[in-house]
């Protein structure tokens, strides 16, 4: 099957900094893929659809100067969190279809400290 | 209201047991559904797509009620390696963004 894969899978950053997390589509290209936050025992909330050449596409109350997302090329997407705070720290996964199902990538565990 | 409820359990099962599970959506217009597992600290994996007439894939079967917005999925004969959240997903009208259910616990237990 597809596989999406995404880096890095842990990260611990000081309140302030920004981070960067990766999402590839290994094996299909993907001119959409989905940005996910999961915060503990919540449900996967949308954060963004980032659409390959064109500006991504922000759910209601997300900060789309807060959280930056490129999809410069078919195969590539990344989430910058800039000025990471504490609140910040949760669960984000990366998403893209393939056919009509959704693989996602391992996700990233950041905590800001 | 959320757009896709579960009960969060968490179902506690003997080894052996069948178990169901039930999700109800809000948006009636929404075209397809799913159930995906998810274990602790990993990605969510599709278990199963959830057709109207209703499919089986070996223990698991999953049920959809267009007019009462309810999907269901049963696991029959349960093993450790059960034990996971459950997660229903829904597709919106569109077909270009899926909703997620908050999950269900399950653990089996030997």
């Known amino acids: 099957g597809a596989v999406v894969s995404q880096h890095p899978s842990r990260v611990i950053c000081k309140s302030g900094t920004s981070v960067k997390i990766e999402c590839r589509s290994l094996d299909f290209q993907a001119t959409t893929m989905f940005w996910y936050r999961q915060f503990p025992k919540q449900s996967l909330m949308l954060m963004a659809t980032?659409?390959?050449?064109?500006?991504?596409?922000?759910e209601q109350g997300v900060e789309k100067d807060k959280f930056l997302i490129n999809h410069a090329s078919l195969t590539l997407s990344t989430l910058t969190v800039t000025s990471a705070h504490p609140e910040d720290s949760s669960f984000y996964i990366c998403?893209?279809?393939?056919?009509?199902?959704?693989?996602f990538g391992q996700g990233t565990r950041l905590t800001v400290v | 209201r959320k757009e896709v409820e579960q009960d969060p359990g968490p179902f506690n099962v003997p080894e052996g047991a069948t178990v169901a599970f039930n999700c109800t959506y809000s948006n009636s217009a929404s075209q397809s559904f799913f159930w995906y597992r998810q274990d602790c600290r990993k990605e969510p994996k599709l278990l199963m797509s959830v057709y109207s007439s209703g499919n089986e894939d070996g223990r698991f079967t999953a049920q959809l009620n267009r007019a009462s917005q309810y999907i269901s999925l049963l696991i029959r004969d349960s093993k450790l390696s059960d034990s996971a959240t459950y997660l229903c997903?829904?597709?919106?009208?569109?077909?270009?963004?899926?909703?997620f259910g908050a999950g269900t616990i399950l653990r089996v237990k030997s």
């Open positions: 997903v829904v597709n919106n009208e569109y077909g270009n963004k899926l909703v």
């Open positions: 998403s893209a279809r393939w056919g009509t199902e959704a693989f």
């Open positions: 980032s659409n390959e050449g064109s500006k991504a596409t922000y």
